[in-house]
């Protein structure tokens, strides 16, 4: 079975902290994904990437980067997180057209 | 550009009732098309998922979707609700390119099962 993993489910930062999300699949994907979801807005593409050190932005980029160092391992960076940051944040694999989710990680700041 | 419209933000049906879930979509392109359920605090499952061949999709527990291209619409159906088919339902529309397969997703309907 595929295995998509988030370093943590739930996290509580304060207003101006750099924040990072961690995620990491076991099935040697080429794409990987981070969206935001928030009520009534479904899921919003933030950033993906299709190789190592690759990186597209995707609807929503602006106050967010990535890191793709390994091809395993996803990386979401909030350089100064902000109120409006407050959101469910998913991470997806795939290997082709289907996607394979994480658990997601609840994100509070305060 | 691709776009995806649930019909329905909420929607409520009795227990063994029919369950319609409507997604229509638009796409420049001959689509993917999947529908993803989510559980309350959960990542997104797949349900099913429609590339080529046979329009009508059969999934995970118990759930079809019927591709219709002069309707461009997928929607979601199951027999007979169960207490367990309660959550958000997501549908997508996938686009190739760079290899990527990005999806773009419709903004969910939260179903709920009336004992």
């Known amino acids: 079975d595929v295995k998509v993993t988030q370093s943590s489910r739930y996290l509580v930062k304060r207003t101006g902290e750099k924040v990072f999300l961690e995620c990491v699949q076991d099935?040697?994907?080429?794409?990987m994904f981070w969206y935001r979801q928030d009520p009534g807005l479904g899921l919003r593409l933030i950033y993906f990437?299709?190789?190592?050190?690759?990186?597209e932005k995707g609807d929503i980029p602006e106050g967010y980067s990535v890191s793709r160092e390994k091809k395993e391992r996803f990386s979401l960076i909030l350089e100064s997180a902000s109120t409006n940051q407050t959101s469910m944040y998913l991470c997806a694999s795939n290997p082709g057209n289907e996607q394979f989710f994480g658990p997601g990680t609840r994100l509070t700041v305060l | 550009a691709q776009s995806v419209t649930q019909l329905g933000s909420h929607v409520s049906v009795s227990e063994g009732a029919l369950v319609l879930l409507r997604c229509n979509y638009s796409s420049s392109v001959p689509p993917y098309l999947f529908w993803y359920v989510q559980y309350p605090n959960q990542g997104l499952q797949l349900l099913l998922k429609y590339t080529t061949g046979a329009t009508l999709v059969k999934g995970i527990n118990g759930f079809e979707a019927e591709f219709k291209k002069s309707e461009t619409s997928f929607h979601l159906t199951k027999p007979s609700a169960h207490m367990s088919d309660a959550a958000e339902y997501f549908c997508a529309v996938s686009q190739s390119g760079a290899g990527s397969y990005q999806l773009t997703f419709g903004k969910g309907t939260k179903l709920s099962v009336i004992p």
């Open positions: 099935m040697d994907h080429e794409n």
């Open positions: 990437s299709y190789d190592v050190k690759m990186k």
